[in-house]
Structures are given as structure tokens and as C-alpha cells.
């Protein structure tokens, strides 16, 4: 585990799950225990409690600076390039999301860090996979760049891990939901914004049809599947790809009823966009009973009990954008 001095460094931690996980982190591990860095520097602002530095993972001796300056035993390398936005720029999101990790494995190596978490996603099953309850061991069909991405990444991971012993660890996240950050240039983004319309008391336009089911995990959940994962021994670790997991499993016409209870004037309308085609290729729920087995994963939100806690937080606060 982390010993006196080390240091946890977490990459685009300006994003939806980064600034969650930073704020994790710090109450877990102690204010200077963890460096926060994104590509963009004015993300400083979300980290008054802990180190802050602008970092661009491709600047390698930059990076190696980092990681001596602070002593850095644990990373968590979360920058990239959402599904939805990546499809308008395959180029790019391929070069940040995979060749990004690259840089990141290669530098953990030499600077040898001892554990890695970078986050794979459902993204890699595709219309192909098995979708109803996607088994760990499914065929990988990604058909988004963004997939692709993950479905490589994945094994470049597994790769580390056998050829080098670095101690990498992924999950396969499905729609991440948190009250306190927005997601950006996802598919699943629709199940947020949801939430901040209704506590608004405005409509909602939604770009998915009413009966898309997709898997979904409340922000308190992720963050403690990551720590869980971390935490576990290594000879408990047997997926080396990426662990299927999951909280819940529902349709924006399921998310609007659970609301309703709350807000039952709330409406939505649907209007199917670009986005729709993703969605139907991915699963509807993933079988997690392999990240249950190895280290003891259950999540503890389900749909309504994570709708009444975002509400419940919603009203009367604002969200960091
Ligand atoms: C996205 O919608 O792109 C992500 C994901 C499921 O990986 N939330």
C-alpha cells in the first residue's frame, strides 16, 4: 500500500470522475497525499485542498519530473476522450485515449510506480456482444473510436501486466451519474443533465428514445470500486483486462418515473440524435459476478435510492461545469 511520503497522482482530474475521485482520495489518504493534474491548468480552481499541476501526458520528462518531485507510488490515469465527442474526432481521441495510456504505461515502468488504475468501459462490447447481461469474457465489438480505444487499451494493460509485472487495473465503467461534476461528450450523459432540468422545473430534451436501457453506477460507487480495486491484493487480480461492472440498469423512460415521484409535473421529450445508434450497440447490463468473486464488489445505490440522494443535493446548489 501507500507508505509514508508516497504519493497518489491523478491525470485529467479536472473531469466528470476525476474531481470525485480527488476528493476521495484526499479525505482517504490525507490534503498532500495526492497531486491533482490536468491539461488544462484553469481546472486548478476545483483543487484548493491539494496539489495542483498542469500536465500533458505526451510531455514524458515532464511527466517523469512530476512523479520524482512528489514521489508518486499510485496513479490513476483518467484523461481522455469521451464516446460521443470522439466519433466527431477520431484522430484525435484515438492519439489522447490510447497513445495517451501508452505514454502513461511506459513512464510507470520506468519510473516505477507501483499500481495503475485507468478506466476501460462498456464501450468495448458492441452490436455483436452478447448485450442483455454482458458476461465478462463477452466478445469485444466495439464500434466507436472510443471503443476501439478501450478494447486496445485493455489489452496493452494485460500487456504491462504479464510482460513487465507493472500492477495495472481497469474496470469497465458503464454511465457514470454524480450530482457534483458533469460529464462531457458522453453517451450516457443525458442521465445527469436529467436531474438538473427537473430540480430547475424545466423540461427535458432527451437524445435517446424513452426505452434505451443502458448500465449505469452512481458517482459514490465508482469511486469505491476504483479504491476497492486498488486496495486488493494482486494475486486476487485475475482480469487484467478490464472487470465488468455495474449499480443499475435503466431507460430514460425508468429515470423520468423515478423522478416523477419527487416532481411529478417533471416531463420529458424525447429526440433521438447521432448518440442513439451508440447506445444501441451497447449493453443493456453487464454480469459483474467476476469483480464480486475477486474482490468483493457490490454497489449500493440502485435507481431510486440514487435519484433521491441527487435530489436531495441538487436543491439549492449549483453544479461545477
Ligand atoms: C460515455 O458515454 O462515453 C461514457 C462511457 C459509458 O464510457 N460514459
Known amino acids: 500500500m501507500l507508505k509514508d511520503k508516497q504519493r497518489i497522482l491523478v491525470t485529467g482530474a479536472g473531469g466528470q470522475l476525476g474531481q470525485e475521485l480527488v476528493r476521495t482520495l484526499t479525505a482517504v489518504f490525507g490534503e498532500d497525499r495526492v497531486v491533482a493534474s490536468d491539461i ?23 511527466m517523469e519530473t512530476i512523479v520524482q518531485h512528489y514521489n508518486i507510488k499510485q496513479l490513476y490515469h483518467l484523461a481522455a476522450i469521451l464516446s460521443a ?12 485515449n490510447l497513445d495517451g495510456l501508452l505514454q502513461v504505461l511506459e513512464m ?8 495503475v488504475f ?7 462490447f458492441g452490436k455483436d456482444s452478447s448485450l442483455e447481461n454482458t458476461p465478462q469474457n463477452g466478445m469485444r465489438d466495439a464500434r ?7 478494447v486496445a487499451g485493455e489489452l496493452w494493460c494485460q500487456y504491462y501486466w504479464e510482460r513487465y509485472g507493472l500492477d495495472v487495473r481497469c474496470l469497465r465503467y458503464p454511465g457514470l451519474i ?28 432527451c437524445y435517446l428514445a424513452p426505452d434505451t436501457r443502458l448500465p449505469m453506477l452512481y458517482m459514490p460507487d465508482a469511486i469505491k470500486a476504483a479504491l476497492q480495486l486498488m486496495k486488493a491484493p494482486a494475486e486476487r487480480i485475475q482480469v487484467r483486462t478490464g472487470y465488468n461492472i455495474q449499480g443499475m440498469s ?17 416531463r420529458v421529450v424525447y429526440e433521438p440524435d447521432q448518440r442513439q445508434k451508440i447506445a444501441d450497440g451497447w449493453p443493456k447490463a453487464m454480469d459483474d459476478v467476476m469483480a464480486f468473486n475477486d474482490w468483493g464488489w457490490e454497489p449500493k445505490y440502485d435507481l431510486d435510492f440514487m435519484t433521491e440522494d441527487i435530489l436531495t443535493h441538487l436543491m439549492g446548489k449549483g453544479v461545477r461545469s
Open 40 to 62: 488544462d491548468g484553469t481546472k486548478a480552481r476545483y483543487f484548493k485542498q491539494c496539489p495542483f499541476e498542469p500536465l500533458n501526458v505526451f510531455a514524458t520528462e515532464h
Open 250 to 266: 435503466f431507460s430514460p423512460a425508468e429515470a423520468l418515473r423515478s423522478i416523477q415521484r419527487f416532481y411529478p409535473e417533471f
Open 144 to 150: 466507436t473510436v472510443y471503443g476501439i480505444a478501450k
Open 108 to 115: 510507470s515502468k520506468k519510473m516505477r510506480i507501483d499500481r
Open 178 to 205: 454524480g450530482h457534483r461534476s458533469l460529464p462531457r461528450g458522453g453517451t450516457t450523459d443525458y442521465a445527469v443533465d436529467i436531474y438538473h432540468h427537473a430540480v430547475r422545473g424545466e423540461p427535458f430534451t
Open 118 to 124: 485507468w478506466p476501460s468501459s462498456i464501450a468495448v
Open 85 to 96: 465527442h470522439g466519433e466527431k474526432h477520431p484522430m484525435a481521441t484515438w492519439q489522447v
